[in-house]
């Protein structure tokens, strides 16, 4: 089998050591041997999308092949870390999505708003992975989220969203996944998305990572509200699933057995019971978390992406 890198990435919004390299996009072509080891599985080419039946994975690296379509998610998922203005410590989950149009050197860092707005400065440190004989090693990179007091990334205040370009330093191992992972509503409908259904979701929970390599750990929770569709007037819905900091912005995954699944939402919040209750003469203010995660809608995160530039 042999890999060739037909054209390079440039670098944008990165701020790297040795290591920040152009990033290939790899084609692939099989000999007869792996060819027939192969055949009825995959029909690969990482320049036009690598498709199993609903999801389409852009840009996996060089020499490592996912074993099913979640690990691929997985190595689109990163952490995201920093400082708020008081010093304090600020974690959050995002993932790569193709931008509209599929050009190969674009991809948006994808997480909920108010993680990159609670970091101060200009940059954020983003935890990707570079992968050598077939291990996998953390790799912090610094990323600039503002010129100055200007974001660089697209807000979307009212759905608490964000977006930010970039293109990948050099060996970097990752995945970005294809614009249509995101399920719009006909899709979420079609493959039976609602209430009672399991979703999983990977993410960084205190910024705590599942393996020295930093990946993600991986949880489950089933979709505890009704009704979810359509988005337009469900534009939030709400999964058992017990949020700690650091899953804000972590992507939802659906499968309907059929797939390797699609995007269905993404992480906002953990949900609270607020409460006030009488203490002699004052008044105190108690909150219950209900073991509940809201979570922006799908379609919603496919209709931003479009949007973009």
């Given at each position: 089998m042999?890999i060739?890198?037909?054209?390079n990435?440039?670098?944008?919004?990165?701020?790297?050591?040795?290591?920040?390299?152009?990033?290939?996009?790899?084609?692939?072509?099989l000999d007869?041997?792996s060819?027939?080891?192969?055949?009825g599985r995959?029909?690969?080419?990482?320049c036009?999308?690598?498709v199993?039946?609903f999801?389409?994975?852009l840009?996996?690296?060089p020499a490592?092949?996912?074993?099913?379509?979640?690990?691929a998610?997985?190595?689109?998922?990163?952490?995201?870390?920093?400082l708020?203005?008081?010093?304090e410590?600020v974690?959050?989950?995002?993932?790569?999505?193709?931008g509209?149009?599929?050009?190969?050197?674009?991809?948006?860092?994808?997480?909920?708003?108010?993680v990159?707005?609670?970091?101060?400065?200009?940059?954020a440190?983003?935890?990707?992975?570079?992968q050598?004989?077939?291990?996998f090693?953390?790799t912090?990179?610094?990323?600039?989220?503002?010129?100055?007091?200007?974001p660089?990334y697209?807000?979307n205040?009212?759905?608490?969203?964000?977006?930010?370009?970039?293109a990948?330093p050099?060996?970097i191992?990752?995945?970005?996944?294809?614009?249509?992972?995101?399920g719009?509503d006909?899709?979420?409908?079609?493959?039976?998305?609602g209430?009672?259904?399991?979703?999983?979701?990977p993410?960084?929970?205190?910024?705590?990572?599942?393996?020295?390599a930093g990946?993600?750990?991986?949880?489950?929770?089933?979709?505890?509200?009704?009704?979810?569709?359509?988005?337009?007037?469900n534009?939030?819905?709400y999964?058992?699933?017990?949020?700690?900091?650091?899953?804000?912005g972590?992507?939802v995954?659906f499968?309907?057995?059929g797939?390797?699944?699609?995007l269905a939402?993404?992480?906002?919040?953990e949900?609270?019971?607020?409460?006030?209750?009488a203490?002699?003469?004052?008044?105190?203010?108690?909150?219950?978390?209900l073991?509940?995660?809201?979570i922006?809608?799908?379609p919603?995160?496919r209709?931003f992406?479009?949007?973009l530039?």
């Open positions: 042999k060739r890198a037909p054209h990435l440039k670098e944008s919004w990165f701020k790297g050591g040795a290591n920040a390299q152009k990033c290939p996009c790899f084609a692939i072509e007869s041997s060819a027939s080891h192969l055949r995959l029909t690969m080419n990482f036009g999308g690598l199993f039946m999801l389409m994975i840009l996996c690296g490592a092949f996912a074993d099913s379509g979640f690990d998610v997985l190595r689109s998922v990163m952490r995201v870390n920093g708020d203005s008081s010093g410590a974690f959050g989950t995002a993932f790569l999505m193709q509209r149009g599929g050009a190969s050197n674009q991809a948006w860092l994808v997480t909920a708003g108010h990159f707005n609670s970091i101060r400065g200009e940059y440190q983003v935890t990707m992975r570079r050598t004989r077939g291990i090693f953390a912090p990179v610094q990323v600039k989220i503002r010129e100055g007091k200007t660089l697209v807000l205040n009212e759905h608490d969203l964000a977006a930010l370009k970039v990948l050099g060996e191992d990752c995945c970005i996944l294809a614009n249509d992972f995101a719009d006909a899709r979420l409908a079609r493959a039976g998305f209430s009672g259904v399991r979703v999983l979701i993410g960084y929970p205190y910024g705590e990572a599942s393996s020295e990946f993600a750990f991986v949880r489950g929770g089933v979709v505890s509200s009704f009704p979810v569709l359509p988005s337009s007037t534009p939030v819905f999964v058992d699933f017990e949020v700690f900091e650091g899953y804000s972590a992507p995954v499968s309907d057995g797939s390797s699944g699609f939402g993404m992480v906002l919040e949900v609270f019971l607020e409460e006030l209750r203490k002699g003469k004052k008044t105190a203010r108690t909150r219950r978390g073991g509940l995660a809201k922006l809608s799908g919603l995160i209709s992406l479009n949007a530039p």
